[in-house]
């Protein structure tokens, strides 16, 4: 099946720091999800990414969808405590909109 | 909008009984979607529902577990008979079923069998 590398596996940043993390696939997805999920929670949408080469933003965070449609990645930028969380990126194939596949995630410390 | 719900938020149980949880999604949507979450094995799709029928059951995990949705409203994810190793965080997702549409998640069920 269908598989998403995602790394870093975890990071532990500084406030005010950047962060980057990114997701690859070994299959073509025509639309990329990056999730946030914080302690206790389900995982809620951040950003979506519906064509190669698109790049979103949403406040400090942006994401884009790479050219080939097999990676994608996220930024955050100025880091603050409240970015804690897990955050996933999610791919979605054409042939069967809503099922998504996963990545394992990235698991956010940041340190005031 | 309240929400995809889920009950109960915590369940403990011993293992051999039965144990079921329960999601009503947002109203509206299309897809409802069982995951299961582990630190070893991250989200893990169980099932999937388009317009109340079962479509993809290849994640789960063995007979023991069983999934319905009577009606657009509510699902139950069903373990019978429950194991230490089925203990997780079982999530229930809903969303339209247009291309592109992301999933909303509830809170999920953290499930502890001892």
């Known amino acids: 099946g269908q598989q998403l590398n995602q790394s870093p596996q975890s990071m532990f940043i500084q406030e005010g720091e950047d962060v980057s993390m990114n997701c690859t696939s070994s299959?073509?997805?025509?639309?990329w999800l990056w999730y946030k999920q914080e302690p206790g929670e389900g995982p809620v949408l951040l950003i979506a990414?519906?064509?190669?080469?698109e790049l979103t933003s949403n406040g400090r965070l942006t994401a884009q969808f790479g050219i080939t449609r097999k990676d994608s990645f996220l930024n955050i930028s100025a880091s603050i405590p409240s970015d804690v969380g897990i955050y996933f990126c999610?791919?979605?194939?054409?042939?069967?909109?809503?099922?998504?596949?996963f990545g394992d995630g990235t698991t956010l410390t940041v340190k005031p | 909008d309240a929400g995809v719900i889920q009950s109960p938020r915590h369940e403990v149980t011993e293992m051999g009984q039965e144990v079921t949880l329960r999601c009503k999604p947002i109203?509206?949507?299309?897809?409802l979607f069982w995951y299961r979450q582990t630190m070893m094995r991250g989200l893990e799709l169980l099932i999937y529902?388009?317009?109340?029928?079962?479509?993809?059951d290849s994640g789960m995990p063995e007979d023991r577990f069983s999934a319905k949705m009577p009606n657009a409203s509510f699902s139950t994810l069903k373990i019978q008979p429950s194991e230490p190793r089925d203990s997780a965080v079982y999530f229930c997702?809903?969303?339209?079923?247009?291309?592109?549409?992301?999933?909303?998640f509830g809170n999920g069920t953290r499930l502890t069998v001892t």
């Open positions: 997702a809903s969303s339209f079923v247009r291309w592109g549409s992301p999933l909303h």
């Open positions: 299959s073509i997805f025509n639309t």
């Open positions: 990414l519906y064509k190669a080469g």
């Open positions: 999610a791919g979605q194939p054409n042939t069967n909109a809503g099922k998504s596949t």
């Open positions: 109203s509206g949507h299309d897809y």
């Open positions: 529902f388009n317009n109340n029928v079962p479509i993809d």
